[in-house]
């Protein structure tokens, strides 16, 4: 099945006229005359703050939609994120004390907004907003709940009742909700999903009320900025140099082995291509001094703030656009679209069009940093309105002059919500020119909900379920159970059986059969929700299809089967023994079975690792790679748990390691993927600090080859900002960040001193741009 991934891409061209394409927004610079630099940065010398009217006219769309205003200053300012609630109302998190100038002045004061925006008359226009939690610092994410709001306010997570739309006490969730990291790269999201917890992007963490109490769990590590999932409850994100990243497996399942830093299957490219196309010319993007970031018209080339991708499965687009993915780039102001194809449980996708995008803006203040359905099937972008969106910790010299010389720090009290709506129906009439916020109704009794698990907009779908399994209302269960016999209907199927899982009340009987059903849609929800009903007195009663579908060589099937060893072992260790070791033998080389069996290991690997030579004598099999290898690396991490007693030699540099470092290269030092290389172990980490120094003071810019093993994108991250230009960050800081991580974990260096970094400040003092590695093996 096809899915098209609407991304809005919202680029200013100043000295270019850019005509409307039919499918898109054309690239600007397609002729033979090469542009002259000094005549582009004369045409936006002047960067003018616009009306949130005139912003829209400078909007460059897919023909056949339009860009509608739903929202903007004074009745908001600077919104980072929203919710809708079952009225039509959007709660918006406002982030005003972010940036408020290029050294961030005033960053921490308590100005941040929960607001409830409503639109009284019906237009699709917000007209009013009330503040419901103000004094906040730096809020980043919120999730309605069960009568109820989670706020993230850094570094923790609160949950907030609500009675009269007023906060009315709170409940600590979670102390360390941001433990580490700075603005640009702390958890955010929020998402509930179709499993009923509750997701971030950048974190390892899990959410979910039970009762009076909240859960926490582990699970993988995912993107930075923005979170989303299909129809199927797959996720789905990115970093900020990655146009679209997922999983192919659902999200509970596959975290259980701490030692395991990938598992395959997860954080799995989606988009190859990171290609923009802006309409104006971009030059105010960090790295802009650095070749190959723009082209020779000053747009730029590649993705560099990639954030809030959205699937969308509204009804109102059409289903062209069903499945699509889009992805916004406040840096060049566009948003871009993404066409998915998925075949089994791998998805794979493409860019919607040729050098042009969905959307893209004139205007250079246009940031869209989230996208989201509304009740109404729309697209509705958040704004956030502003010159500066690049943190203070990695703002280099070259970027804060393109902001004086624009005057971009101000204003600060600007922010827009808008809708992206089509002009067409599906029918070929024409639409009205606002669409309400809410066309359809919740009703006043939980079984008018039941049938809204059907409605073709998703997010109504998903606002039924979540409103069910808030409500507690256990009368629902046959109608619920009735939808489960619909098996020509997946996808309402789905929501009425996580809805009951969600009410605690799924049976051993209602996914039985549903195992045992030819469509893999069906069976694959089946399999994902057996962790939720598993237990000592029905697991046996899941062993027949299980091992049926092992018989039939159901490939598919396979890595499920792997994950779920691990909920049956507390109830049988050799009944779960056996399936690892079934799967082991019959799927030696299919690295998705491989790492899901690996997953159940922790603390056993090496003992399973001598039995698998056993069952699979040829010890080049890809398991018995993948298992030595983690072997390999569990190893060297007991040798580097000198953590403690560095960061009381070190506690400057600890505490930069885990504000800066840590949200890249990992806690462990072993990297993350899609962002950093390693630094544990590392040769460029422990060895010549004349290469060292210039690396953390400018940066660098990859591909690099870490002890013999080249990083290049989308394996990791493309570039490395330095911290030089950080005022933060003095000589005796970088030393202190230095000696540490050259003595963390296995690493051994000569230790650094303060003069050395003035030193190197001194010899490289006019540079500007990052480190090659070619550069560096220069140095003598």
């Not at 950048?202 to 699970?219: D, F, M, P, Q, V």
């Not at 599906?426 to 309400?436: E, H, K, V």
């Amino acid at each position: 099945m096809i899915r098209l991934n609407p991304v809005l891409q919202n680029i200013c061209c100043i000295f270019v006229v850019v005509p409307l394409l039919l499918q898109g927004c054309r690239h600007p610079s397609q002729g033979n005359d090469r542009p002259d630099p000094l005549a582009i940065r004369k045409s936006i010398a002047e960067t003018p703050v616009l009306p949130a009217d005139s912003a829209i006219s400078k909007m460059h769309l897919e023909e056949g939609f339009a860009v509608k205003l739903v929202a903007s200053e004074p009745l908001i300012a600077a919104p980072v994120a929203l919710n809708f609630d079952e009225k039509g109302r959007i709660w918006v998190v406002e982030m005003q004390d972010y940036m408020p100038d290029t050294v961030g002045t005033g960053e921490n004061l308590p100005t941040g907004k929960i607001v409830i925006l409503s639109d009284k008359n019906g237009d699709g226009v917000m007209d009013t907003g009330e503040v419901f939690l103000d004094s906040l610092v730096l809020p980043r994410a919120i999730c309605l709940v069960e009568g109820g709001i989670l706020v993230a306010e850094p570094p923790r997570l609160w949950f907030y009742d609500i009675k009269n739309d007023k906060p009315a006490g709170r409940t600590l969730v979670d102390s360390a909700y941001t433990a580490g990291g700075n603005v640009e790269h702390q958890p955010n999201g929020l998402f509930r999903a179709l499993d009923n917890w509750i997701y971030n992007a950048k974190s390892t963490k899990r959410y979910r009320k039970a009762g009076s109490h909240w859960l926490i769990e582990k699970t993988h590590f995912r993107g930075q900025w923005g979170i989303t999932q299909d129809n199927e409850g797959r996720l789905y994100y990115n970093t900020n140099s990655d146009n679209l990243i997922g999983d192919y497996f659902p999200p509970g399942l596959g975290a259980g082995n701490p030692h395991q830093k990938e598992v395959a299957g997860f954080q799995k490219t989606i988009v190859e291509d990171n290609r923009v196309y802006p309409v104006r010319p971009t030059p105010g993007v960090n790295r802009g001094y650095m070749p190959g970031v723009l082209d020779d018209s000053l747009r730029l080339v590649n993705f560099t703030a990639a954030c809030g991708p959205l699937l969308y499965n509204g009804d109102l687009f059409g289903k062209a656009y069903d499945g699509n993915a889009f992805v916004a780039e406040p840096s060049a102001n566009l948003i871009k679209r993404d066409l998915l194809v998925s075949q089994g449980y791998i998805t794979t996708g493409r860019e919607a069009y040729e050098k042009k995008e969905f959307l893209a803006s004139e205007d250079e203040r246009f940031r869209p940093v989230n996208l989201h359905i509304g009740p109404d099937g729309a697209i509705y972008i958040v704004d956030m309105y502003r010159g500066i969106i690049q943190h203070k910790t990695y703002l280099t010299p070259y970027l804060k002059n393109e902001i004086k010389e624009r005057a971009l720090s101000k204003p600060l009290n600007c922010g827009r919500i808008y809708k992206i709506v089509p002009t067409k129906t599906a029918s070929g009439n024409r639409t009205s020119a606002n669409i309400a916020p809410v066309n359809v109704s919740f009703g006043s009794k939980p079984m008018d909900l039941v049938p809204l698990l059907q409605n073709p907009n998703g997010w109504v779908r998903s606002k039924a379920q979540q409103l069910l399994v808030d409500g507690k209302d256990k009368t629902v269960a046959p109608a619920l159970r009735q939808l489960l016999k619909n098996t020509g209907a997946p996808i309402p199927l789905a929501h009425a059986m996580w809805t009951l899982e969600g009410l605690g009340i799924l049976q051993q009987a209602d996914v039985l059969p549903l195992l045992k059903r030819p469509e893999w849609a069906i069976r694959m929800q089946a399999l994902s929700v057996l962790p939720s009903i598993i237990d000592k007195a029905n697991y046996r009663s899941f062993l027949p299809p299980l091992e049926s579908m092992m018989d039939e060589h159901d490939t598919l099937a396979a890595p499920y089967i792997a994950f779920l060893a691990d909920y049956i072992r507390p109830f049988s260790a050799s009944v779960a023994h056996e399936l690892l070791t079934a799967l082991v033998r019959e799927y030696p080389d299919n690295i998705y079975v491989a790492d899901a069996v690996i997953s159940n290991l922790y603390n056993k690997e090496e003992a399973f690792y001598k039995e698998a030579l056993s069952i699979q004598p040829d010890s080049n099999t890809l398991f018995d790679r993948q298992l030595k290898k983690l072997i390999v690396s569990i190893e060297k991490a007991k040798n580097g748990s000198n953590f403690s007693k560095l960061e009381k030699q070190y506690p400057r540099g600890a505490t930069i390691f885990q504000t800066v470092c840590q949200t890249c290269h990992g806690n462990d030092g072993n990297g993350v993927k899609g962002l950093a290389p390693p630094l544990n172990g590392s040769n460029w980490v422990q060895g010549d600090k004349s290469k060292l120094i210039p690396i953390v003071l400018y940066g660098l810019t990859g591909p690099v080859k870490v002890t013999g093993k080249l990083y290049k994108s989308p394996e990791i991250n493309g570039d490395m900002p330095g911290i030089g230009a950080n005022k933060e960050f003095t000589d005796d800081d970088i030393a202190e960040i230095l000696n540490f991580v050259r003595n963390s974990w296995n690493n051994k260096g000569e230790k650094i001193i303060p003069e050395e970094i003035g030193g190197t400040r001194s010899k490289y003092k006019d540079r500007q741009k990052t480190f090659s590695m070619e550069e560096l093996d220069q140095i003598k």
